[in-house]
């Protein structure tokens, strides 16, 4: 496991294939709600070797967005920490001041994603073709439509696909449209696909304080204060 750590935390890739840690990562849920019903799972050799390998390659992943945010992980304390916690020892920190540091950290990584969407939204809007509101969202469209256009209180049908400013996709509704109402979205989707007509295109660049903010959905690779952008499709507005 500490291979991995070491390995994902320098921005390496993890010490076994993509489509192993994919097959893994898809295990895992399964293996954890079996453990939690009282059934003990039966592991062969490989597969805790692999499971192991996964685990190091995700705490690795934290690492390595703790150093690109300026905190430099100390891996011996680290370890020492896994062994005293494994084998029920007091560990060097209080559950106190672990809080404490973990928020600090947090706090840190939030600030620094604030300032690279910052950046990024300044240089956007310099963009051809990209127009920015009063509220500070960004949008630029592709395809003009000719149909209705939608109000807050509308129901709407959307296809998108959700990227954060790197281009990492986080969201795809793979062509399909969703249908929601409109005022039970995030606020720069409210705002952005009133601005559209039926059958309209376009893309959405979202400032943090218009899409989660701090609050990130749990479980989903968008960090604190994040950027959002979005490329949509207004199919249908209304039932």
């Known amino acids: 496991m500490l291979e991995n ?22 295990e895992v849920p399964a293996i954890m709600q079996q453990a939690s019903s009282g059934t003990e799972p039966k592991f062969s050799a490989e597969q805790l070797k692999n499971l192991s390998g996964l685990l190091g390659a995700q705490i690795g992943s934290g690492f390595f967005n703790a150093k690109e945010a ?8 680290f370890t020492i920490a896994i062994s005293d916690t494994l084998e029920s020892k007091k560990t060097q920190m209080s559950l106190e001041q672990a809080g404490q540091t973990l928020q600090a950290v ?13 950046a990024f939204l300044k240089e956007n809007s310099t963009k051809e073709g990209v127009k920015t509101t009063a509220s500070g969202l ?29 281009g990492t996709e986080f969201d795809n509704s793979k062509g399909q449209a969703v249908t929601f109402p409109l005022n039970g979205v995030i606020k720069g989707w409210t705002e952005g696909l009133q601005l559209l007509k039926e059958g309209s295109e376009a893309t959405f660049y979202i400032p943090a304080e218009l899409a989660y903010g701090k609050n990130p959905p749990p479980q989903s690779n968008i960090m604190p204060n994040s950027v959002l952008v979005f490329d949509v499709k207004l199919e249908k507005v209304g039932k």
């Open 5 to 26: 750590v070491k390995a994902v935390a320098q921005g390496k890739e993890p010490l076994f294939s993509k489509e192993t840690f994919a097959k893994l990562s898809t």
């Open 106 to 118: 947090e706090d840190r990584f939030a600030q620094k994603e604030l300032e690279k969407g910052q």
């Open 70 to 77: 300026g905190v430099e992980v100390d891996l011996e304390s």
């Open 138 to 166: 960004q949008y630029k469209i592709t395809k003009e439509g000719s149909g209705k256009q939608p109000k807050a209180t509308d129901e709407v049908s959307v296809a998108y696909v959700g990227k954060l400013v790197d």
